[in-house]
């Protein structure tokens, strides 16, 4: 996976974001055990606001823009348009994109944590190998550990013939013993910072 849109898509002497080209592992959560790879939700304040979802996998972010932000309510679908893989130390990404910029606007980082297949056991490799998979064929299913959003979670590719442009897909809770009709998105707080968005 490359990081090359990403990098074409911006200018680093102005924007504050990281350029992907130095590697910051060593800001992965304690938290972390083998099969877990982690994940963070931005939200940001773009032309349209919305909340970046992004799963680590294979040194990259694969990353999707969700207008309405994800539900713990398994009966709400959202839309999840697939956008170019963000670098790793997006990850602790938080603050403005000027202006004249992609992206412009402020940026908050509205969750985080660890994620992995739902069968995966505990095994690194067998994680990645469904992960993997499951991008491929259009049917990502994963367990969330993080501060605000819990439990799984599927993101399914939408049919080609309802998406042209081939990149939207529908994020949803699964009925879980975290799932909730409480609308996780009235929290507007960071969970890195005390910023609020
Ligand atoms: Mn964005």
Redesign the pocket.
């Known amino acids: 996976m490359s990081l090359a849109e990403y990098q074409k898509k911006r200018k680093f002497d102005e924007t504050p974001e990281p350029t992907g080209e130095k590697d910051v592992g060593k800001k992965r959560p304690k938290l972390k055990t083998g099969k877990n790879l982690r994940y963070v939700v ?1 939200k ?1 304040k ?1 032309s349209q606001l ?1 909340y ?1 979802f992004r799963l680590e996998l294979d040194g990259v972010l694969k990353s999707w ?1 969700v207008p309405k932000g994800p539900s713990l309510d398994p009966k709400e679908k959202r839309l999840a348009m697939m ?1 170019e893989d963000h670098p790793l130390d997006y990850m602790n990404f938080e603050g403005v994109i000027p202006k004249g910029n992609y ?1 412009a606007g402020e ?1 908050i980082v509205w969750d985080h944590g660890l994620y992995h297949s739902p069968d995966a056991a505990d095994e690194p490799e067998a994680n990645k190998r469904k992960l993997r998979a499951g991008l491929r064929q259009g049917r990502l299913d994963f367990v969330m550990l993080g501060k605000k959003l819990k439990g799984r979670f599927t993101l399914v590719k939408m049919n080609r013939k309802y998406d042209e442009r081939g990149d939207s897909w529908l994020l949803m809770k699964y009925e879980d013993g975290y799932a909730t009709t409480l609308p996780v998105t009235k929290d507007r707080s960071s969970v890195i910072s005390d910023k609020k968005l």
């Open positions: 931005q940001h773009a919305h970046d823009a956008v992206g940026v």
